[in-house]
Structures are given as C-alpha cells and as structure tokens.
C-alpha cells in the first residue's frame, strides 16, 4: 500500500509562490500528480507527470505558473506554484496510479489509486 504525504500548505496573497511537497513511501506506480479541490467543488486535475516516462500534462490554469519536479532518489514530488491566484485556493491532493497503456496521464481521480491526506492553500487578494 502507497503511502502519500503532502506539506507545504500555507496561506500566501495573490502573486506570491509555495512550494508543496508529497513524499511517496514507494514507487510501485507509473503516474504521480496533484488534485485540488475547493469548498463545494469537484476535485480538480491539476498537473502530473508519468514517474518512468518523460510525459508532463497540466491544467490549462495553471499552464505557465505550476511546475512538477521530482527526486528520484527520495521519492519526492514538488509541485511549485507561481503567481498565485485566490482562485487557486483549496485542499491540495498528490494521487498516484497506473501505469497507464502507453503512458497515457489520467486528468481524473478515478485514474488514481492512492491519495494523500492534502494540504490547505489559501491566496487572499
């Protein structure tokens, strides 16, 4: 059973960055991403990359302000947020999952078998 923990929540004003971090306790999955999900919404796809490949896919928006990275040798996933926006605010999930036929990224949560607990974002104007 994967284990996913997320930190580096906070509550930052518009424009400003964070850096949330997910560390998995293993690597038995092809998929690893981040979901978000504000008060009364669905959860969101954000972005995720597939571990082996070389595939990297985002929301539209966050395309430009939201980067992924990842340490191999720790298992770790980053997810670095720029220009943050109040509209960014919510619960931020990493999800893990697949692998997936020829590496195909899933945008839906369905398409990920394990969850972190999330962290709290806030970006007040």
């Known amino acids: 059973q994967v284990q996913l923990v997320e930190s580096g929540g906070g509550s930052v004003l518009s424009g400003d960055s964070l850096r949330l971090s997910c560390t998995a306790s293993?690597?038995?999955?092809?998929?690893i991403g981040w979901f978000r999900q504000a008060p009364g919404k669905a959860r969101e796809f954000v972005g995720a990359?597939?571990?082996?490949?070389?595939?990297?896919y985002y929301a539209d928006s966050v395309k430009g302000r939201f980067i992924i990275s990842r340490d191999n040798a720790k298992n770790l996933v980053y997810l670095q947020m720029n220009s943050l926006k109040p509209e960014d605010t919510g619960l931020y999930y990493c999800?893990?999952?697949?692998?997936?036929?020829?590496?195909?990224?899933?945008?839906?949560?369905?398409?990920?078998?394990?969850w972190g607990q999330g962290t709290q974002v806030t970006v007040s104007s």
């Open positions: 999800a893990a999952g697949g692998p997936h036929p020829e590496d195909t990224i899933m945008v839906v949560p369905s398409g990920y078998d394990y």
């Open positions: 293993e690597r038995t999955f092809g998929t």
């Open positions: 990359f597939t571990w082996i490949g070389t595939g990297q």
